[in-house]
């Protein structure tokens, strides 16, 4: 079993930056490759980032590619997501995810991964 918590979401101007932290749970942290989604009002829950076990892969949607960064620290049980120059489109609730499957947490949330953090609302607005 492993559970997930997010934090680090908030209210923030556009071109700012947050830095949202995945804290992990439980046993085997180490063996799941992670991913953020975000959910933004009335659309699909979409994936935007994800990094293998090790840390040694991560692939990013096109469109957070170059301002968003993920990365982890396996000795923390924590993921991180880097999240600069923010746009309005931005919004949205983001969530980590994981699953022994590196396709299953690169992927658009379906199949699910097998465990879900509650999510931590990012809100980008002047």
């Known amino acids: 079993q492993l559970q997930l918590v997010e934090s680090g979401g908030g209210l923030v101007q556009p071109g700012g930056s947050l830095r949202l932290s995945c804290a992990a749970s439980?046993?085997?942290?180490?063996?799941?490759?992670i991913g953020w989604f975000r959910q933004a009002p009335g659309k699909e829950r979409e994936g935007i980032s994800c990094?293998?076990?090790?840390?040694?892969?991560?692939n990013y949607a096109d469109s957070v590619q170059g301002r968003f960064t993920i990365s982890r620290d396996n000795a923390k049980s924590t993921v991180y997501l880097q999240m600069n120059n923010l746009k309005p489109e931005d919004t949205g609730v983001y969530y980590c995810?994981?699953?022994?499957?590196?396709?299953?947490?690169?992927?658009?949330?379906?199949?699910?991964?097998?465990?879900w953090g509650q999510g931590t609302q990012v809100t980008v607005s002047s």
């Open positions: 990094i293998s076990t090790s840390g040694g892969k991560t």
């Open positions: 995810a994981a699953d022994p499957s590196m396709t299953v947490v690169c992927g658009p949330a379906s199949p699910p991964p097998d465990y």
């Open positions: 439980g046993s085997n942290f180490e063996f799941y490759n």
